[in-house]
């Protein structure tokens, strides 16, 4: 629950689409009308932009430790998506100079493929697993410090829906893999 965003049709109460692909719980919607966009705030930190037309995810922003996204809000006369973390932090949107990632930030020690869901997943020396689409190689989702130190294994089981993870500190764990469309 609180993981999903339903748009409904206030005459007729019905459901016209929902919004997939969320993976924490949502904190908190803004909607531009002007762009047609809609952007949601999940409790894993998360910042997504929706295209309203299409009901998809046009672009994932994610925060890291010291950026602990409490609110936001968009701003159309900028066209700048505006984050309250400690302090106020501007977002430009993509084709307006927001560049997607297309690495680690650290050494890549281990990739594997999902042939179920044609991604990639790789692991870090940072503890951080990446999930990349092969067609286009974008970065679908990042699981960040998963371990705590170096990723020095991955695998899948039998049905390619759980990822197996192990670090050099002798840590392991097992993640639901719910594939999802960069």
Not at 74 to 93: E, M, N, S
Request: proline fraction near 3%; aromatic fraction near 10%; hydrophobic fraction near 35%.
């Amino acid at each position: 629950l609180g993981r999903h965003i339903l748009v409904w049709n206030p005459y007729t109460l019905q459901i016209l689409a929902g919004f997939k692909g969320l993976i924490g719980t949502v904190k908190s919607v803004v909607v531009s009308e002007k762009t047609q966009t809609l952007f949601t705030l999940t409790s894993d930190n998360c910042i997504r932009v929706w295209d309203t037309s299409g009901f998809t995810c046009s672009q994932t922003i994610e925060g890291n430790e010291e950026d602990n996204f409490g609110t936001l809000t968009y701003d159309d006369t900028r066209d700048v998506l505006v984050v309250g973390t400690k302090k106020l932090k501007p977002f430009a949107l993509e084709g307006k100079g927001v560049e997607k990632p297309t690495s680690h930030s650290a050494p890549v020690t281990v990739a594997l493929y999902n042939d179920a869901f044609d991604q990639i997943i790789t692991g870090d020396e940072d503890g951080t697993i990446s999930i990349w689409n092969i067609y286009f190689g974008d970065l679908v989702f990042r699981f960040k410090k998963s371990h705590r130190g170096k990723i020095s294994s991955l695998a899948f089981d039998g049905t390619q829906r759980r990822l197996i993870s192990g670090a050099e500190d002798g840590s392991m764990k097992i993640w639901n893999f719910i594939p999802q469309m960069a």
